[in-house]
């Protein structure tokens, strides 16, 4: 079946470094890939998605492309700030059908 | 972007009692979907639901579980009867389209079986 895998469980970083979050996907088809962002108490928030080969979805300072060959969508940003900290989930999805979510990283930023 | 309630937020019942965790979509979306994460796990699918059917289920929907939306209003998880395992957080999702179309989640609601 299909899966997610993000490689970094949790990441500690200080403001302004780069952030990278690996995520890697196993599947059938050719699905769409979302990055979710959940704070304490809080229902997963979009952030954006992709669903070709090559695009790129960004929002709020983070991007990741989509990228058939390595089957990746690696979430970066370049200068991350104290209110960055929650977890991340990358997910899978086909048509109306339930996402794949990966494990999540719990990102902390330390002023 | 776009909000969904859910309601209750906490519920803590004996097992082997009825539970009906209620979610209020967006108001123009068509497809609505229910998660489950155990503290610590993964989010998993549970169901999807479209024009009044259940279109996806896994293996997590157990016969116990059931869904529906009555009269367009709340889209409701029942869970009768309840067991330990249910414990956990569940997530309400709608979307407009079900072509890859995102999903916009509720806060969750946080069921304790005892």
């Known amino acids: 079946g299909d899966s997610v895998t993000q490689t970094e469980g949790q990441v500690a970083l200080s403001e302004e470094d780069f952030l990278t979050i690996h995520c890697n996907y196993s599947a059938s088809g050719y699905p769409a890939l979302f990055w979710y962002v959940q704070y304490p108490g809080e229902g997963p928030q979009f952030l954006f998605r992709a669903s070709r080969d090559k695009e790129k979805g960004s929002s709020r300072g983070f991007e990741a492309t989509y990228d058939k060959g390595t089957t990746s969508f690696h979430l970066r940003k370049a200068s991350v700030q104290e209110s960055d900290s929650a977890v991340y989930y990358c997910?899978?999805?086909?048509?109306?059908?339930?996402?794949?979510f990966g494990l999540g990283t719990r990102v902390s930023v330390f002023p | 972007g776009p909000k969904v309630l859910q309601i209750p937020s906490h519920q803590i019942i004996d097992m082997g009692q009825m539970v009906t965790l209620n979610c209020d979509p967006v108001s123009n979306h068509l497809y609505f979907y229910w998660y489950k994460q155990i503290l610590g796990q993964q989010m998993e699918f549970l169901v999807n639901f479209y024009n009044g059917k259940v279109m996806e289920k896994s293996k997590l929907f157990k016969d116990q579980f059931s869904v529906e939306r009555p009269d367009g209003s709340y889209f409701t998880l029942k869970i009768q009867p309840t067991a330990l395992e249910d414990s956990a957080v569940y997530f309400c999702a709608s979307s407009l389209f079900g072509n890859q179309d995102t999903q916009y989640f509720g806060p969750g609601t946080r069921l304790l079986v005892l």
């Open positions: 997910a899978l999805g086909y048509y109306a059908q339930g996402l794949t």
